[in-house]
């Protein structure tokens, strides 16, 4: 099997897939953590809280895998802090039917009883929030060198700044066409994030997405703070999400507000998007310093509904399964894409 791109995903499907005895070969025109893609940086939301319940099952699904990989890596990846939905009530019963189709457990508080109970957190006194209990924050960056740790030992095989150009499916196998050289494989499972429509147009396949330039921003905590994971639902607009960053601090963006672009493209933050969130911070979150210490871009690969793609079509098998809110599920795709290209 051939992995193109080792970003969670990627890393995912590797780790899976040699877990299951496969022979892997995972490769990676950049290095692991490199910071062009969409998988770098210190934090991720993980929630269960959807508005769908298809959704809600496959964050559910993929907890235990993240526990195997703590297991497996020796790390703790998966801080449960809780979590907050802040948005009408339409929005709030959505997510409330969502979780009780599966189950989840949920609570809706008063915005007074989460500030004495969060005083890093100043919701409107008078709304209601949905307090959900298994949110937290995933250690990203340590989390996809976990995964390429743990399929490494099981006998993949990494080969960093190796650019893969063009992917010729065969009769039984296909071959993966790098600069150097051309590896072949039963499968070739193609996580390459926002670079893949080119690269699968090489093998006769249009995948439907479109790259934007996401900007998210950290800030200092004032003190010892502890903050939830925080979603405020804003209407017309993607929401506002805020999140603890492992060793301090808070990292905030705006879903869905950058322009779209070109991956190869580079792009810094944009100062529009940063300000509203230092505006939000002060409104919001008193347990934390206004003005952002540092901003970063990170790319979305998105679909028109933001669903995610996972297929396969002959020896390719297509994993991009991003839309900006793909992190959560990684063991759970890696899963069902190693499924699929072993199929
Ligand atoms: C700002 C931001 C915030 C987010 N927040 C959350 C969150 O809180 N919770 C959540 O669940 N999700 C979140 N996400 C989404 C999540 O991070 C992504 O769904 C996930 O990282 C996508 O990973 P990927 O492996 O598909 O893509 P990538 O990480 O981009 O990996 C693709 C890899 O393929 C490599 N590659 C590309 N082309 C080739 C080639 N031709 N040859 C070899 N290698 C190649 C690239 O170099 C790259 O390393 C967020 C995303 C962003 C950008």
Redesign the pocket.
């Known amino acids: 099997m051939v992995v193109?791109?080792?970003?969670?995903?990627?890393s995912a499907t590797a780790w899976r897939l040699s877990r299951s005895g496969r022979s892997v070969i995972l490769?990676?025109?950049?290095e692991v953590g490199?910071d062009?893609?969409?998988?770098h940086g210190s934090a991720?939301?993980f929630r269960f809280s959807y508005d769908e319940p298809e959704y809600v099952a496959m964050a559910m699904e993929a907890l235990p895998l993240w526990r195997a990989l703590e297991d497996a890596s020796g790390e703790e990846l998966l801080a449960v802090t809780g979590g907050f939905d802040l948005g009408s009530d339409e929005r709030l019963k959505r997510h409330m039917e969502a979780l009780d189709a599966w189950g989840a457990v949920w609570d809706l508080l008063p915005g007074r009883e989460v500030a004495a109970r969060f005083p890093s957190v100043r919701p409107p006194p008078d709304a209601t929030l949905l307090f959900q209990p298994d949110a937290g924050v995933l250690a990203a960056d340590r989390a996809v060198r976990a995964m390429v740790t743990v399929a490494r030992a099981l006998g993949t095989e990494l080969h960093e700044r190796?650019?893969?150009t063009e992917l010729r499916p065969r009769d039984g196998h296909v071959e993966v066409v790098t600069r150097r050289e051309t590896f072949a494989g039963d499968v070739a499972v193609v996580?390459?994030?926002?670079?893949a429509p080119p690269?699968l147009a090489t093998a006769g396949l249009d995948l439907p997405v479109t790259p934007s330039r996401?900007t998210?921003a950290y800030f200092e905590s004032i003190g010892a703070h502890r903050f939830p994971v925080f979603v405020e639902w804003v209407d017309g607009r993607g929401p506002l999400y805020a999140?603890p960053v492992p060793g301090g601090g808070l990292k905030t963006?705006w879903h869905h507000t950058g322009p779209a672009t070109d991956p190869d493209r580079r792009g810094g933050p944009d100062s529009g998007v940063t300000a509203r969130m230092a505006a939000w911070v002060d409104e919001r979150f008193p347990g934390a310093r206004p003005a952002p210490h540092h901003a970063e871009t990170?790319?979305?690969?998105n679909t028109s509904d933001e669903r995610f793609i996972i297929d396969r079509r002959g020896r390719v098998v297509v994993g991009?399964?991003?839309s900006?809110?793909?992190?959560?599920f990684a063991p759970l795709i890696g899963e069902r894409l190693a499924r699929l290209a072993t199929a």
């Not at 062009?36 to 998988?39: A, D, E, Q, Y």
């Not at 990170?298 to 690969?301: D, S």
């Open positions: 193109v791109g080792a970003g969670v995903m990627g490769l990676e025109r950049f490199h062009r893609g969409s998988s991720r939301v190796t650019t893969v996580t390459a994030g926002s670079w690269l996401e998210v999140l963006g990170c790319m979305y690969t991009s399964p991003c900006g809110h793909g992190f959560k």
